[in-house]
């Protein structure tokens, strides 16, 4: 608890210790969860890191929305400096940029709202009867406009204006693995249901890819929401 008193030396928040004997980690951090409103836990980076034990048990079960955090590659201490959410329009997208909002108000982050055009939306619009660059030009400012309005309820909390990037792209994971890369941030975070279907698919392979392979730390909101 050493380095957790370090980091929040100068803040507001309190911490509480609690040690728990449990033989089963995971159904002791579960037990301390119960009346909780959040639970983080981290992870290593490896890949498919959050399907180890006991993180998956962890995000399975928790009685509470949860977030995972992946450790940056390099092992250099979180620094927030700007935070990226990925914007599909989703339920689970929504609980993600409010916990993200949260977060950069807390660190006074800068936040990036990044939606990619579907591989179909611009077959459609390179196919239409307008100039095709026209088209996608068009499109891209209809995609921001809307979703910054759809959005300012909760983009009015962020410390600073928040940028909507709208990007395009055959394959939509690599689009976003890109725009990462290109923005520079220390965070994304990503909305994912934790109601189990099958072995992999509370997640979805788009949300598993991004985490395992994004330069910077990635962190899953996670809603026991389902749709």
């Known amino acids: 608890f050493e380095a957790i008193r370090a980091a929040l030396a100068g803040r507001t928040t309190r911490l509480v210790e609690q040690r728990l004997d449990f033989a089963d980690v995971a159904a002791a951090v579960l037990a301390a969860a119960r009346d909780q409103d959040l639970l983080l836990v981290g992870a290593s980076t490896g890949p498919r890191a959050i399907y180890a034990p006991p993180v998956e048990t ?20 979180l620094r927030l400096r700007r935070i990226l959410v990925p914007m599909d329009g989703t339920l689970f997208a929504r609980v993600a940029l409010e916990f993200a909002v949260a977060l950069a108000a807390a660190e006074q982050a800068e936040l990036e709202l990044v939606h990619v ?23 891209t400012e209809r995609v921001r406009s809307t979703l910054r309005a759809n959005l ?76």
């Open 58 to 77: 962890i995000l399975r079960r928790s009685p509470c929305h949860a977030v995972v955090v992946r450790a940056p590659a390099g092992g250099e201490d």
């Open 117 to 139: 055009l579907s591989p179909r939306a611009l077959d459609l619009l390179r196919s239409g009867p307008a100039e095709p660059e026209q088209a996608v030009s068009a499109e």
């Open 152 to 227: 300012e309820p909760i983009l009015a909390d962020a410390p600073r204006p928040t940028e909507i990037v709208v990007v395009e792209g055959a394959d939509p994971i690599r689009a976003l693995l890109a725009r990462v890369e290109e923005s520079g941030c220390d965070l994304m975070v990503m909305g994912a249901q934790n109601l189990a279907i099958g072995e992999d698919l509370f997640l979805g392979y788009g949300t598993e890819v991004l985490i395992d392979q994004a330069h910077c730390a990635a962190d899953r909101s996670s809603a026991t929401i389902s749709a």
